[in-house]
C-alpha cells in the first residue's frame, strides 16, 4: 500500500546550522510532493512542495530536493532559528485517484540557542 | 486574507453522541478535504470535497459523513461516537485537487 515515512524522529541542531530532514516514499507513481511544519496545538503549516518532473525547488531558506530512483525526499533549512522547531512532515499525493495526500509520522526538529 | 477557519476550536462529547464540525475555506478555494490526526501522528485523510461533490474518501466507517455547501464551506458529521474518535480534527483546502492544500488550526475532539 502506500506509505510516506521518515528516517528520523527527532533532529537536534544548533541555531544557525543548516537542517536536513528525510523523508521515503513507497509510491513510485507518486507526482507530488509537499513539506508541512506544525506546531504545537496548530494545523500544518504550508512549506514548499515540488511536481515529480523536478528534482530541486528552493523557496525562502527552505529547499527541497526529489531523488525519484531511491524514491527520497528531502528538506533542508538554511540557517535554523528557534522558531523553526516544530514537527514536520511530508506528505505525497496518493488515495483514489490522487484525491489525498499520504502523510508519514513526522519529524521532530529541536533548535537550541 | 484570512485563511482556513474551523468551528468550534474544542469539543467535548460523549460516547455515541453526534457532532458537526465546520469548515471556511480559502476565499477562491473551491476543495475542501478533511483529516483525523492522532496524538503523535501524521493526519490521515477522511474526504475530499470539490465542487459540492465527494471526490475521495479514505478508509473511514459510513458513521464519518461530510458535505459542501454552495459557498464552498464544508461541514463533517460522525455519528455514534466511539472513544477513538478523539482526535484534532483538519481542514484543508486548495483551489483545486489536493495541490497546495493549506490547513485550518482544526478542532481538538474529545469524546468521553
Known amino acids: 500500500g502506500e506509505s510516506v515515512g521518515l528516517h528520523l524522529p527527532t533532529l537536534s541542531v544548533q541555531e544557525g546550522d543548516n537542517s536536513i530532514i528525510n523523508c521515503a516514499y513507497s509510491n513510485s507513481a507518486s507526482d507530488y510532493f509537499i513539506w508541512y511544519k506544525q506546531e504545537s496545538g496548530k494545523g500544518p503549516q504550508f512549506i514548499i512542495d515540488?511536481?515529480?518532473?523536478?528534482d530541486k525547488r528552493q523557496g525562502q531558506r527552505v529547499t527541497v530536493l526529489l531523488n525519484k530512483t531511491v524514491k527520497h525526499l528531502s528538506l533542508q533549512i538554511a540557517a535554523t532559528q528557534p522558531g523553526d522547531s516544530a514537527v514536520y512532515f511530508c506528505a505525497e499525493k496518493g488515495g483514489q485517484a490522487g484525491t489525498a495526500l499520504i502523510f508519514g509520522k513526522g519529524t521532530t526538529l529541536s533548535v537550541s540557542s | 486574507d484570512a485563511g482556513v477557519t474551523q468551528s468550534p476550536t474544542h469539543l467535548i462529547k460523549t460516547r455515541g453522541q453526534h457532532v458537526t464540525l465546520r469548515c471556511s475555506p480559502i476565499?477562491?478555494?473551491?476543495?475542501v478535504s478533511w483529516y483525523q490526526q492522532v496524538l503523535g501522528q501524521g493526519p490521515q485523510f477522511i474526504f475530499q470535497y470539490y465542487e459540492k461533490e465527494e471526490r475521495g474518501r479514505g478508509n473511514f466507517p459510513d458513521r464519518f459523513s461530510a458535505r459542501q455547501f454552495p459557498n464552498y464551506s464544508s461541514e463533517l458529521n460522525v455519528n455514534a461516537l466511539l472513544l477513538g474518535d478523539s482526535a484534532l480534527y483538519l481542514c484543508?483546502?486548495?483551489?483545486?485537487?489536493?495541490?497546495?492544500?493549506?490547513f485550518g488550526p482544526g478542532t481538538r475532539l474529545t469524546v468521553t
Open positions: 484543508a483546502s486548495s483551489p483545486h485537487g489536493v495541490d497546495e492544500q493549506y
Open positions: 476565499s477562491g478555494h473551491k476543495s
Open positions: 515540488i511536481r515529480s518532473n523536478m
